[in-house]
């Protein structure tokens, strides 16, 4: 069952929130404000859509969730250098992520 993977989604989710570096991540990138990014980024993802989804029961279980976080990362690594705020903050939470949910296993 995937009472507990859920719960384990809630904990991940609150933390990446909480995070120094989750400022990037937050909220959806306003592509009116940003040139290029509705062209480029072809499935948009971030922290406030992931909670949407989790309060509207979107996700099946745990990987479905991780599917989503990894899509914010991958999506900023498309966008941003390495060497930027945004791309290094996006390098940090993935690190902070990975490291995170394996300990939760
Ligand atoms: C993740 C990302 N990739 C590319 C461009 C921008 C962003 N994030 C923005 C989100 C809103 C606040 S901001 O505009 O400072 C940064």
């Not at 609150?14 to 991540?25: I, T, V, Y």
């Not at 989790?54 to 060497?83: G, M, P, S």
Request: charged share 30%; hydrophobic share 40%.
């Amino acid at each position: 069952d995937n009472t507990n993977g859920l719960a384990m989604c809630r904990v991940l989710l609150a933390e990446l929130e909480a995070h120094q570096d989750a400022w990037p991540f937050l909220t959806p990138v306003n592509h009116k404000a940003v040139p290029g990014y509705r062209k480029v980024i072809k499935k948009p993802m971030d922290f406030s859509t992931i909670r949407e989804k989790l309060a509207n029961n979107q996700y099946l279980n745990l990987e479905t969730f991780i599917i989503d976080v990894n899509l914010v990362f991958d999506n900023c690594e498309k966008f941003n250098e390495d060497d930027s705020e945004i791309g290094r903050a996006g390098h940090n939470m993935r690190r902070f992520f990975d490291e995170r949910w394996t300990e939760l296993l």
